[in-house]
């Protein structure tokens, strides 16, 4: 089996030169993807299911810590992660707790080696998910994330009104350029809250994200088909519309 692997970062310049570094000191390695931001890593990673991700943390979209969130929970994701970082002193103590490696920008040629060494040693590794699940675990006790408050209500300007919307009768969350759709039995309603910012105040065992740009109560889902192609579509209780899952998160309705 080949040694792949997925590069995410969005400085042009730096996206080239470790796809240059990683080329020089370990040519057994094939970079299947290089991408700019994180919502594209996923979708390569779903798409080639590398061995390894080097993950840039402040990337747009998706930063390195949220792709590699969804990763853990993801049982077909068997990649292990290494972060290209100039991240604070807690999470470089928490990547150097778990099995998980990391390169401190800027980093020289001598510390690239030292983590292709180990990468290379941990390639017998049966279930790398593990590790990435424990550390997201330890990040998020130490950034608070823990504690979170969950969501309540969503609170929607209807005409001159203010609406109150219980987070419970939300079916789906649906994003455009400017506005999220929130979509219940009985109406819709438009805030301009991204659905990136509503994802932290989301219960995400009731809320699934299947896509970029879409939000799903799980409870509110009445069926999924898919096409020739695999393609999932997610139909909604007493709704007309349809949602399509993207390749990053059909893991969530593999045994529908």
């Known amino acids: 089996m080949n040694t792949t692997a997925v590069i ?12 240059v570094k990683l080329a020089r000191a370990w040519p057994a390695l094939e970079i299947v993807a290089a991408v700019g931001d994180g919502e594209a890593a996923l979708e390569a990673i779903a798409e080639h299911r590398p ?16 792709v590699a969130r969804r990763l853990a929970r993801d049982p077909d994701a068997r990649c292990h992660v290494v972060f290209v970082t100039a991240y604070d002193q807690y999470a470089l103590e928490a990547f150097d707790a778990g099995a998980i490696d990391y390169l401190l920008k800027p980093y020289s040629d001598e510390r690239l080696n030292a983590t292709i060494q180990r990468l290379q040693a941990r390639l017998s590794e049966a279930n790398p998910t593990q590790d990435l699940q424990a550390l997201m675990k330890k990040l998020a006790a130490g950034s608070g994330q823990q504690t979170t408050e969950r969501l309540r209500f969503v609170k929607a300007s209807i005409g001159d009104k203010l609406r109150l919307i219980p987070i419970d009768e939300v079916l789906f969350f649906q994003a455009d350029e400017k506005y999220t759709l929130v979509a219940t039995t009985e109406s819709d309603a438009l805030i301009r809250t991204p659905i990136r910012d509503l994802i932290d105040g989301l219960d995400p065992e009731k809320f699934w994200q299947i896509h970029r740009s879409a939000v799903v109560n799980a409870m509110s889902i009445s069926s999924v088909t898919r096409d020739e192609r695999g393609q999932a579509t997610v139909h909604i209780k007493n709704r007309k519309e349809s949602l399509v899952v993207s390749r990053p998160y059909s893991y969530l309705f593999k045994q529908m």
């Open 51 to 66: 061995t390894f991700a080097f993950l840039d943390i402040q990337m747009p979209e998706l930063t390195g810590i949220e």
């Open 8 to 19: 995410a970062e969005d400085e042009p310049l730096l996206l080239a030169q470790l796809k």
